[in-house]
């Protein structure tokens, strides 16, 4: 079983700020994953990332895939309240194996 | 809105009791599978059915159990409570892109 480190584990920062959390694994992902759960809910999707070295952009977050198919990370520029959540990883397979998940709270 | 939605949302059993939770999936989605998630963790995978068949199971004892029908709707059992599974358990759908739908999770305490 494909094993992922999420990092931090906790972050909390200022709103305006900006803020990098990262996925690894000592395996190759085929595809990998990134969701947002904010409390009360369910995992919400944000993005698939398939080629390694790709860049997706969605409004101010941005995630990256390694080059190597190894790692992952998410930048999110000028942090806002709504950023708020639990951010975890997942290679995306059918059966989806997940980070532990970095808990981020953006204070006003 | 996901458009999968489980009941209870909320549960207290006591340790040894048996507990059923339930499912709604979107209609079309022949794939639902469970997650256990604990406190301050990532979500756990339990098992998945792919048209009323159990295809792929995580590190869970066979206590925990499940069933999906026609109707896609789907059950997860566990049998004899202990305190450990307390937990938010989700549940979630796939579609023809293989994109997961989670449900809001019900939350389950065990005394």
């Known amino acids: 079983t494909q094993l992922l480190e999420q990092s931090p584990q906790f972050l909390s920062i200022q709103e305006g700020e900006n803020l990098t959390v990262y996925c690894n694994s000592s395996?190759?992902?085929?595809?990998l994953q990134w969701y947002r759960q904010e409390p009360g809910e369910g995992p919400v999707l944000l993005v698939t990332?398939?080629?390694?070295?790709e860049v997706k952009k969605l409004k101010r977050l941005t995630f990256q895939f390694g080059d190597a198919r190894k790692d992952s990370s998410l930048h999110i520029t000028a942090a806002q309240p709504g950023d708020t959540g639990l951010y975890l990883c997942?290679?995306?397979?059918?059966?989806?194996?997940f980070g532990q998940g970095t808990r981020l709270t953006i204070n006003p | 809105e996901t458009g999968v939605t489980q009941s209870p949302t909320h549960l207290i059993k006591t340790r040894g009791q048996q507990v059923t939770l339930r499912c709604s999936s979107q209609s079309g989605h022949n794939t639902v599978s469970w997650y256990q998630q604990a406190l301050g963790q990532g979500p756990q995978f339990i098992f998945q059915y792919y048209r009323e068949e159990e295809n792929g199971r995580g590190n869970f004892p066979p206590r925990f159990s499940g069933l999906q029908f026609p109707n896609y709707s789907s059950e997860l059992n566990v049998n004899a409570l202990e305190l450990d599974d307390s937990a938010l358990y989700l549940c979630?759908?796939?579609?023809?892109?293989?994109?997961?739908?989670f449900g809001a999770g019900t939350r389950l305490s065990v005394l």
């Open positions: 997942n290679q995306g397979a059918q059966k989806l194996v």
């Open positions: 395996s190759v992902f085929s595809s």
């Open positions: 990332v398939v080629t390694g070295g």
């Open positions: 979630a759908s796939r579609d023809g892109k293989n994109i997961q739908y």
